[in-house]
């Protein structure tokens, strides 16, 4: 019997450790429902290959991911179809693999599955991959996702940088996303790789960080965040910022990042500090606030502390991350010129609200019924042919497009993190400043659009080289929900040669189509 006990300890434990494990490049994601408890509240969830957040997905610069998606969810209330993106990838020749879900794709219909597979050539760095269907990445399907570069120019900086130093943040609720409001006001806990507190469940278990002394750590943090953004620091510890959203970075020491809903940072954190252990705070911008009872924290443990909690306390951040200290390491060219509006084509996204919905110029976006990639394929060749009618935008080919963000109370909840699909841009006018950087500003996927009262107009700048309709929204999953979103339809003749379909792809439309609503 004690072999028996012995092994079954090892299956255990060889268990958690695979919790941690990178997956990938090829890999099945099996998609169920099942309850979890990861702030000590237990509730119905969207699960991959059994947990919440999703396993990490690793690969190689270069590699060829093929990534499965198996679909088994027998919950309607969090939808028993799917489609996922990868986010912060180019998806250049596969738009079809994009995943935003009536953008470039039907559903994934429950009892099927789709093979999601692309190249990533000439990208490295931290990213993730979660639901684009309705609110479904709220409740929990979403992970992170890491590109190893070989020759990574920052290697010198480190000397950890494996599935361990890896911190997802998430705000996680007690409600479906579809039961509870709207707009909720908070998330119920905080989850910092995957377990937190909420105030009713203060004994909770928090997530444990273990390095040792003397060592350099390259951790990759990621916002899985639905909604709120989320400051984070690390008591006693400088972070020395190397990357923004998969884009190299020059080194940047910080005490705090404030890390918006889909952003990503990765920071050097080097263990030396007396052995202790300490709290590793991350506080969302509204909700259940501060750390009374250890909530929005995790515990950074040095080898050697006892396995206790911290009592650590937090000092007032005297460096926090500002986006214009934040510069690209390699010499990047700002397209256009150097002037305000010297671009080919310049568009400002006029920001509005009902009370219900959101706009963009006056138009709130509601998904068609048929993809607008396959729109495109079926022969439509202009944005007023594409639906949703006045949401989708005709970008020319290699041309230079800026897009300005200009904050307005008439848009509540700001900021207002925006996304593009398939490209990174050159932020050259930031949150909080009126200074326009056409020589070194930072490059990224996702930018906080400010607030009204700092009278913010941030402006970004990118390249049309990637033929296909890509979304461009807001990241607070709720805002989307309610419409906060255009199509950026990209050298629309070059769309159909460029990006060649799997059949499995055209089957997807008839599948989803089929089913009884019950069953979407």
């Known amino acids: 019997m004690s072999n028996f006990q012995?092994?079954?300890?090892f299956i255990i434990i060889t268990f958690a450790a695979l919790a941690h494990a990178g997956i990938g490049p090829v890999t099945d994601l099996t998609l169920t429902n099942a309850e979890v408890s990861p702030d000590g509240f237990a509730r119905q969830a969207v699960v991959v290959n059994g947990v919440t957040p999703g396993p990490l997905i690793t690969g190689n610069e270069g590699d060829h991911f093929q990534l499965n998606v198996i679909d088994q969810l027998t919950n309607h209330t969090m939808l028993k179809s799917t489609s996922i993106h990868w986010h912060g990838f180019f998806q250049h020749g596969t738009n079809w693999a994009d995943g935003p879900a009536f953008i470039n794709q039907c559903p994934i219909s429950t009892g099927h599955s789709f093979l999601y597979d692309f190249q990533v050539p000439d990208q490295a760095g931290t990213f993730w991959y979660h639901s684009?269907?309705?609110?479904?990445?709220?409740?929990?399907?979403r992970g992170p996702f890491v590109v190893y570069d070989p020759n990574d120019p920052h290697a010198s900086l480190y000397d950890v940088d494996n599935d361990d130093t890896v911190i997802t943040l998430a705000d996680w609720y007690h409600v479906a996303a579809k039961l509870g409001p709207s707009f909720p006001l908070g998330a119920d806990a905080t989850l910092i790789n995957?377990?937190?507190?909420?105030?009713?469940?203060?004994t909770a278990d928090l997530a444990v960080i273990n390095v040792t002394q003397g060592k350099r750590y390259r951790f990759r943090l990621v916002s899985l965040s639905c909604d709120p953004n989320h400051v984070f620091s690390i008591d006693g510890h400088d972070l020395t910022v190397i990357e923004a959203d998969a884009v190299n970075t020059q080194p940047l020491v910080v005490d705090s990042i404030q890390i918006f809903a889909a952003q990503r940072y990765s920071f050097v954190l080097n263990a030396n500090q007396p052995v202790d252990n300490y709290w590793i705070r991350a506080n969302p911008s509204f909700g259940n606030v501060g750390f009374e009872g250890g909530i929005n924290s995790a515990i950074l443990r040095y080898d050697g502390a006892s396995p206790t909690e911290p009592t650590t306390n937090q000092t007032t951040s005297t460096k926090p991350l500002n986006e214009v200290d934040l510069h690209t390491l390699a010499s990047t060219p700002v397209p256009g010129s150097p002037v305000s509006g010297g671009v080919d084509l310049a568009i400002n996204m006029a920001f509005n609200f009902n009370g219900t919905n959101f706009f963009i110029n006056g138009e709130s976006f509601v998904p068609p019924t048929v993809p607008v990639l396959l729109q495109i394929l079926s022969?439509?060749?202009?944005?007023?042919?594409?639906?949703?009618?006045?949401?989708?935008?005709s970008l020319p080919s290699n041309a230079s497009i800026e897009i300005s963000f200009p904050a307005t109370a008439a848009a509540p909840g700001a900021p207002h993190p925006f996304h593009l699909h398939g490209h990174t841009f050159a932020v050259v006018r930031s949150a909080g400043s009126t200074a326009y950087n056409y020589d070194n500003p930072v490059f990224r996927d996702v930018v906080n659009t400010g607030t009204p009262a700092n009278n913010d107009n941030v402006t970004i700048r990118f390249q049309t080289d990637n033929p296909g309709p890509w979304f461009l929204h807001c990241h607070i999953d709720f805002h989307l929900e309610a419409g906060f979103a255009v199509v950026m339809a990209e050298d629309i003749p070059d769309v159909k040669s460029v990006n060649p379909v799997p059949q499995a792809w055209s089957d997807l439309c008839p599948t989803y189509n089929a089913l009884d609503p019950s069953d979407q």
């Not at 012995?6 to 300890?9: D, G, K, V």
């Not at 684009?132 to 399907?141: P, R």
């Not at 944005?383 to 935008?393: E, I, K």
């Open 6 to 9: 012995s092994l079954l300890s």
């Open 132 to 141: 684009h269907l309705s609110t479904q990445y709220c409740d929990g399907l």
């Open 194 to 202: 995957g377990l937190g507190r909420s105030p009713g469940t203060t």
């Open 379 to 393: 022969g439509a060749q202009t944005a007023q042919d594409l639906l949703p009618t006045g949401s989708v935008y």
